[in-house]
């Protein structure tokens, strides 16, 4: 058995991961900035479930967490990095705390990632819209070619993505598992097809 440490469970594949964490016989600590919104998973969980609440910008909350996590559980096995925030909106036409909220929590939050994860646009469930910022209504007419196109996608689209989370989530629980886990994992066909492609730039650089 395996103490996971997962931040971001309050929606989306945070949630979904805890879940099949639990399922698969693992301990888990459940994080979030609210800790009402994961009570449940830490309920369904009994004595291997912990609900913490966690903003991975606030450096002291990180530490007391870890500090709640090793007293009650030991040593964390697994880390999983999955707090993210998503702003879809020019810089611009951007407050000062939009402009910050992604880099903050997707680049600063907790390090050490030994395991990359790499998705598709698969479908996660509540894509957490409260934490995206979107641009206003009154949006600079240029970025609509560009910018607008993917905002537009971000509003419209959220519940319409294909591949299965579940699936996605046992993979990762297998390969934490494995005696000799993977560097990476690469869910979808356009995430694939992607690495397929970037192995290709690789190799003609070393060949050049």
Known sequence: M???FIT???TGFGRQLAQAVLAHGHRVVVTARDPE???DIAQEGGRRALALKLDVTDHEQVIGAIDRIVETFGDIDVLVNNSGIGCFAAVEQSAD???????EPNVFGLPDKVLLIEPSEFHIGKICR???ATAPADEIADHAPSAGIRRAAVRDDTGAECDDPRRVAMTIIRAADADNPPSRLSFGRDAYEFTLVRVGELRRKLQS
Request: glycine content about 10%.
């Open 2 to 4: 395996k103490t996971w």
């Open 8 to 10: 971001g469970c309050s």
């Open 37 to 39: 919104q994961v009570v």
């Open 97 to 103: 705390d939009q402009a910050h909220l992604g880099p």
């Open 130 to 132: 409260s934490l995206a």
